[in-house]
């Protein structure tokens, strides 16, 4: 993909602007419908093949694959060309964003807020958190590299070599943190997700992507982008009406839960983004540099971390909750973090001055 292809992601639409508000109308319809037809939520959950969930299969591969197909592995080459940036945004996605995520929840999930949890769901709302910070963002990443002015290069070429590395860091680290988390991990199960939810939507969206790009070239791939954009999002709130159809009699029972989930999200991506922000500072990076890489480090591939959730925990769980939640506040949270971004790039640019006539007085 080339540069001018990359520059075509625009602000968000008004139906990505307010998706925290169509998520709380669907966790309100799924609640109430929930409640009225419980036997439908309940065959609709029970309808698995190897522990997978049929119709949220379908839905999670509409949200997925045409994520997906903004990503263009060629971008590879690029890494080499901005390596502090790059290394930073790793660092923080698979040394820190996981782990930190676990800390997390043993503090607040099974400790300071347990008493106010089902003590059956405790584990499983850890386990849900895991798999949210497990999985670095794909395609939000775009928007927030836009709203901040980041080089589009360097965020085609973060986001494709984190999804690289997705196929193959996921299951390991998920697998190491949920066993220390004193969770059974169901390696098959785990696997599965993996290859359904990663490898094999990874390779449907490339070829998709290489079909179109040689019929319509780059401007016949923004346009079927753009046509198919709404269907993730549509997919996702589809997801969940029914995750929280399942899951409304928890609710009612205990409102705070959505509430007590959040804490540790928050935290997690308020640290991770000030994290990366100034250790791209420290080594000097470009401020166009460092908003992205600092957005890619705190945001989540939510879309994969329901799925997984779902596959591992089943449809009803406390993980399939948990990960819910990281929807519900994802945009609100990530548009503070790119206004912060913004109002401190005189900040950040004075640090580098001062860097600069330090290794130039050093010279």
Same mark, same amino acid.
């Given at each position: 993909?080339?540069?001018?292809?990359?520059?075509?992601?625009?602000?968000? &639409?008004?139906?990505?602007?307010?998706?925290?508000?169509?998520?709380?109308?669907?966790?309100? +319809?799924?609640?109430?419908?929930?409640? %009225?037809?419980?036997?439908?939520? #309940?065959?609709?959950?029970?309808?698995?093949?190897?522990?997978? !969930?049929?119709? @949220?299969?379908?839905?999670?591969?509409?949200?997925?694959?045409?994520?997906?197909?903004?990503?263009?592995?060629?971008?590879?080459?690029? *890494?080499?060309?901005?390596?502090?940036?790059?290394?930073?945004?790793?660092?923080?996605?698979?040394?820190?964003?996981?782990? &930190?995520?676990?800390?997390?929840?043993?503090?607040?999930? +099974?400790?300071?807020?347990?008493?106010?949890?089902?003590?059956?769901?405790? !584990?499983?709302?850890?386990?849900?958190?895991?798999?949210?910070?497990?999985?670095?963002?794909?395609?939000?990443?775009?928007?927030?590299? !836009?709203?901040?002015?980041?080089?589009?290069?360097?965020? %085609?070429? #973060?986001?494709?070599?984190?999804?690289?590395?997705?196929?193959?860091?996921?299951?390991?680290? *998920?697998?190491?943190?949920?066993?220390?988390?004193?969770?059974?991990?169901?390696?098959?199960?785990?696997?599965?997700?993996?290859?359904?939810?990663?490898?094999?939507?990874?390779?449907?969206?490339?070829?998709?992507?290489?079909?179109?790009?040689?019929?319509?070239?780059?401007?016949?791939? #923004?346009?079927?982008?753009?046509?198919?954009?709404?269907?993730?999002?549509?997919?996702?709130?589809?997801?969940?009406?029914?995750?929280?159809?399942?899951?409304?009699? #928890?609710?009612?029972?205990?409102? %705070?839960?959505?509430?007590?989930?959040?804490?540790?999200?928050?935290?997690?991506?308020?640290?991770?983004?000030?994290?990366?922000?100034?250790?791209?500072?420290?080594?000097?990076?470009?401020?166009?540099?460092?908003?992205?890489?600092?957005?890619?480090?705190?945001?989540?591939?939510?879309?994969?971390?329901?799925?997984?959730?779902?596959?591992?925990?089943?449809? &009803? &769980?406390?993980?399939?909750?948990?990960?819910?939640?990281?929807?519900?506040?994802?945009?609100?949270?990530?548009?503070? @973090?790119? +206004?912060?971004?913004?109002?401190?790039?005189?900040?950040?640019?004075?640090?580098?001055?001062?860097?600069?006539?330090?290794?130039?007085?050093?010279?």
């Amino acid at each position: 993909m080339t540069a001018a292809a990359v520059e075509a992601p625009k602000p968000m &639409s008004r139906f990505e602007r307010y998706l925290t508000v169509w998520v709380a109308l669907c966790i309100v +319809a799924g609640v109430a419908l929930g409640h %009225l037809f419980p036997t439908t939520f #309940q065959a609709i959950g029970s309808a698995e093949v190897a522990r997978v !969930n049929l119709p @949220v299969a379908v839905l999670i591969w509409l949200m997925v694959i045409p994520m997906l197909m903004k990503v263009d592995f060629g971008a590879l080459r690029e *890494v080499g060309r901005h390596w502090r940036g790059i290394g930073v945004t790793l660092f923080v996605n698979w040394a820190v964003k996981p782990f &930190s995520m676990a800390l997390l929840g043993a503090i607040f999930i +099974a400790g300071l807020f347990r008493p106010y949890l089902p003590a059956g769901e405790v !584990n499983s709302y850890i386990a849900g958190l895991i798999l949210l910070a497990a999985a670095p963002c794909t395609a939000m990443v775009f928007v927030w590299s !836009n709203l901040t002015r980041g080089e589009p290069n360097f965020t %085609l070429s #973060q986001v494709a070599l984190n999804d690289a590395i997705m196929v193959v860091a996921f299951a390991p680290i *998920v697998g190491l943190l949920l066993g220390l988390s004193a969770i059974t991990v169901p390696w098959e199960t785990l696997l599965l997700s993996v290859a359904l939810y990663i490898l094999v939507p990874v390779v449907l969206a490339q070829v998709l992507r290489g079909a179109v790009l040689r019929r319509g070239g780059e401007a016949g791939l #923004q346009r079927v982008l753009a046509r198919i954009g709404p269907l993730s999002l549509t997919a996702l709130l589809a997801t969940l009406v029914l995750l929280f159809g399942c899951q409304g009699e #928890q609710i009612l029972r205990q409102p %705070l839960i959505i509430a007590i989930l959040a804490v540790p999200i928050l935290i997690q991506v308020y640290f991770n983004a000030g994290l990366a922000y100034l250790l791209n500072r420290a080594t000097g990076e470009a401020h166009a540099i460092a908003g992205p890489s600092t957005l890619i480090g705190a945001s989540n591939f939510f879309e994969l971390a329901v799925a997984a959730a779902i596959s591992l925990f089943g449809f &009803s &769980s406390g993980a399939a909750l948990a990960t819910v939640v990281g929807v519900l506040i994802e945009v609100p949270v990530m548009l503070t @973090v790119v +206004a912060i971004v913004n109002r401190s790039r005189g900040w950040y640019e004075a640090g580098g001055a001062v860097r600069r006539l330090a290794d130039r007085a050093r010279g």
